[in-house]
């Protein structure tokens, strides 16, 4: 059995103005209004959404 291990996302930053890949990036990792957490398995996938929009986001 193994056990899977989770990351805490924070949107930090207002998504208004951005680009709108980084808009629907921001939705699919489940944030929605700014200081909304969320949390997710820590895959490659999750990881690569998280540095696509570092600069709205802060990892917990």
């Known amino acids: 059995m193994t056990t899977l291990q989770t990351v805490k ?3 930090v ?3 208004i103005g951005c680009k709108e890949s980084h808009r629907a990036t921001v939705r699919g990792l489940g ?3 700014v200081n909304s957490t969320s949390e997710l398995q820590d895959t490659p996938e ?3 959404m998280i540095n696509k929009i570092s ?3 802060k990892v917990l």
Do not use: T
Request: cysteine-free; charged content about 25%; glycine content about 6%.
């Open 46 to 48: 999750v990881r690569g």
């Open 55 to 57: 600069y709205l986001v």
């Open 13 to 15: 930053r207002s998504p």
């Open 9 to 11: 996302v924070q949107l």
């Open 31 to 33: 944030l929605r209004k």
